[in-house]
């Protein structure tokens, strides 16, 4: 089972570059998250969405775009990369009411910004 | 007051012994309470959910206290396979907040 895939796996960007981070699930999941993991700040929710067609913004979503055109993808933009990007990111996905869900995890994106 | 908050150690503790965590959340409207576990440069994974009674999953315990806003998590008979990073989870709406972790080191 593949569950929650992340690509890349790892990337290098120059600022000002754009790049799109994939986000598939294959277990029909409603809900899809992303988080960026800084060190000693934790995980912070950037975007969510709750079903296909509707996204809202997390904790920290300036920088960032996503759309929810398909239940599986939840594809994440960076416009214009800046260094304060530089972090991990992991998608997750949980069935039903995300509230009540465990969320399950992609292997994560290490994110370079130079 | 930050969302949830946690210790974020390290804790040092010796193999067999007990260690408890606690976690804060501010608000008083959350539904939902989780512990991951978190290894180095690997993603969170679900370690148990926190019902209102409190549960318990082998040697780990966890308990929510609504009136104090904190869940707890407690871990008897440790081992070394234990240490990794411990992160309490809430909801805010359809929001799913994680606290920054707290770090176990499990000593042999």
Redesign the interface.
């Known amino acids: 089972n593949a569950g929650v895939t992340q690509t890349p796996k790892f990337q290098v960007l120059k600022t000002g570059q754009s790049m799109t981070l994939q986000c598939a699930q294959d277990m029909n999941h409603e809900?899809m998250?992303w988080?960026r993991q800084d060190p000693?700040?934790?995980?912070?929710?950037i975007h969510?969405s709750?079903g296909a067609g509707i996204t809202?913004q997390?904790?920290v979503p300036n920088g960032y775009n996503v759309s929810r055109s398909t239940t599986e993808d939840f594809p994440l933009r960076l416009l214009s990369a800046a260094p304060s990007q530089t972090s991990v990111y992991?998608c997750?996905s949980s069935e039903g009411?995300?509230?009540?869900q465990?969320?399950h995890?992609?292997?994560?994106t290490r994110l370079s910004i130079l | 007051r930050k969302e949830v908050e946690q210790d974020?150690g390290p804790f040092n503790v010796p193999e067999g012994a007990t260690v408890a965590f606690n976690c804060t959340y501010s608000n008083s409207a959350s539904?939902?309470f989780?512990w991951?576990r978190q290894d180095c440069r690997?993603?969170?994974?679900?370690l148990m959910?926190v019902y209102s009674s409190g549960n318990e999953d082998g040697r780990f315990t966890a308990q929510l206290n609504r009136a104090s806003q904190y869940i707890s998590l407690l871990i008897r008979d440790s081992k070394l396979s234990d240490s990794a990073t411990y992160?309490c989870?809430v909801?805010k709406?359809?929001?799913?907040?994680?606290?920054?972790?707290t770090r176990l080191h499990i000593l042999p």
Do not use: H, W
Request: zero cysteines.
């Open positions: 809900y998250s988080y000693g700040m934790g995980l912070r929710l969510y709750v809202d997390g904790e992991f997750a009411q995300a509230k009540y465990p969320q995890f992609g292997d994560g | 974020p539904q939902s989780f991951y690997k993603e969170p994974k679900l959910s992160l989870v909801n709406d359809d929001k799913i907040i994680f606290g920054k972790g």
